[in-house]
């Protein structure tokens, strides 16, 4: 049986996870931990086969008051936890990362290609305290540490918060669409949490660009 702690207990994608593993209650033990506060830092990660990250602020501001926060949970909290995981002996951190590392999206129109090549370019301060964890959070890697990071699109599914719902109503109760080629990949959370299930079983470290097969578009 593996031994899983979840980080920001009551997130979208923590829950969801939590839920998708509850499909094998004889091959994993699921803890979730609120990093709300402080306390957090006195619960020990020794035992845990993999901490899965995923507390933190998930949606863009443009609100510049919000900056330091930002850096203080996307990249602070983010690089400690995971610095606790390592140094308590945990086996395998899952970092969630984001796509939005990438930048914006390019002209309606344009196809923008992301591939393990492509440079990260962070388009406001929520992608970059996002790159700045991903990046810190790597170096972590070692013979006895491994870093699993997670790039993923725009996630959606039930319950989803963000702009997806908001992009389903206006499908809906628009008269008119826009008919152009702006294809944008996405994940279904399910999907996402059986890519992220798979990697802690086989303890695979490395970057990770988990995407649905098919493409969205409003054509």
């Not at 610095?83 to 939005?100: C, H, L």
Request: charged share 25%.
């Amino acid at each position: 049986m593996k031994n899983i702690l979840i980080t920001g207990a009551g997130s979208y994608v923590g829950t969801s996870f939590e839920k998708w593993l509850s499909q094998w209650p004889d091959k994993y033990h699921v803890d979730t931990i609120d990093m709300i506060d402080g306390t957090w830092r006195e619960k020990s990660f020794k035992g845990y086969d993999a901490v899965f990250h995923v507390a933190g602020i998930a949606h863009v501001s443009a609100d510049p008051s919000k900056k330091d926060l930002y850096y203080r949970i996307n990249r602070d909290l983010a690089i400690e936890t995971a610095q606790k995981a390592k140094a308590d002996g945990a086996r395998q951190f899952v970092f969630m990362s984001s796509m939005i590392i990438y930048g914006a999206d390019d002209p309606v129109g344009k196809e923008k290609i992301i591939t393990k090549d492509t440079k990260p370019a962070p388009a406001d301060f929520y992608g970059d305290s996002k790159l700045h964890a991903d990046l810190a959070i790597q170096k972590l890697a070692d013979d006895n540490f491994i870093v699993s990071i997670m790039r993923p699109p725009v996630i959606y599914g039930p319950g989803c918060k963000g702009n997806f719902p908001k992009l389903l109503k206006l499908a809906k109760y628009a008269f008119i669409f826009p008919a152009i080629d702006n294809r944008r990949s996405m994940i279904y959370i399910d999907n996402f949490c059986e890519c992220v299930r798979q990697i802690i079983d086989a303890a695979r470290g490395g970057i990770f660009f988990p995407q649905n097969e098919e493409y969205v578009s409003t054509k």
